[in-house]
């Protein structure tokens, strides 16, 4: 069964401290992708990457870097120096193709993040 | 480039009654995902169209209807509301079906009374 956790339900930190989103998933698929959102209060979700089951280097893109490890079947997200702009809820997703090839997104039920100032 | 657009931002609606919510798809995309998400969880899928036909649909009763027009946009429809249908919903599109990112718009908060 496909399924995504963050257990994490909440974090509180001080502006400039690091801070890392943990995404645990479950799939039956060898064949799979890995995202991560950003839901601020406005509601939108912003895409922040995307990852394919095949490809296990670790990414980093500024204050950001993601790092995948299937053998724990984990993509954990990391912010360097945390910033308030950075309060918001991120959420992990899913995707594999579905029978009917659809590929829809599984999300967790998301972190919220509150950076203090 | 013009983003993922919905409308309308907030609506008020009475348990029986029917709502169309509205999308327009980011410029070159031909896929458009629906998804609702209620106070406090992640978004559940509720179904996807590609080049105007219905591509995949997640466990959602089939008074949850949708529609992909020639220019890509979509409308998303519920009839017979419920209590339980109050909820933010996402319209999100991607360049096609393959599992490119999905791009969302803002949301249609929708509150049943």
């Known amino acids: 069964a496909q399924k995504v956790t963050q257990a994490q339900t909440e974090i509180s930190v001080v502006e400039k401290e690091d801070v890392t989103l943990d995404c645990v998933y479950e799939?039956?698929?060898?064949?799979?992708?890995l995202f991560w959102y950003k839901q601020p209060p406005s509601g939108e979700l912003v895409f922040l990457i995307r990852r394919n089951s095949f490809d296990e280097q670790n990414e980093i893109s500024g204050r950001y870097s993601w790092n995948f490890q299937k053998s724990t079947s984990s993509f954990n997200f990391t912010i360097t120096a945390s910033q308030v702009v950075d309060s918001a809820v991120y959420f992990c997703?899913?995707?594999?193709?579905?029978?009917?090839?659809?590929?829809?997104?599984?999300f967790g039920s998301g972190t919220r993040l509150l950076v203090r100032p | 480039e013009t983003g993922v657009t919905q409308s309308p931002t907030h609506l008020i609606k009475t348990r029986g009654q029917q709502v169309t919510l509205r999308c327009s798809s980011q410029s070159g995309h031909n896929t458009v995902s629906w998804y609702q998400q209620a106070l406090g969880q992640g978004p559940q899928f509720i179904f996807q169209?590609?080049?105007?036909?219905?591509?995949g649909r997640g466990n959602f009763p089939p008074r949850f209807s949708g529609l992909q027009f020639p220019n890509y946009s979509s409308e998303l429809n519920v009839n017979a509301l419920e209590l339980d249908d109050s909820a933010l919903y996402l319209c999100a599109s991607s360049l096609d079906a393959r599992n490119q990112p999905q791009h969302f718009g803002d949301g249609t908060r929708l509150s049943i009374l």
């Open positions: 997703a899913l995707s594999e193709a579905e029978m009917d090839s659809s590929y829809k997104l599984i």
């Open positions: 169209y590609y080049r105007e036909e219905e591509n």
């Open positions: 799939t039956r698929d060898t064949t799979y992708y």
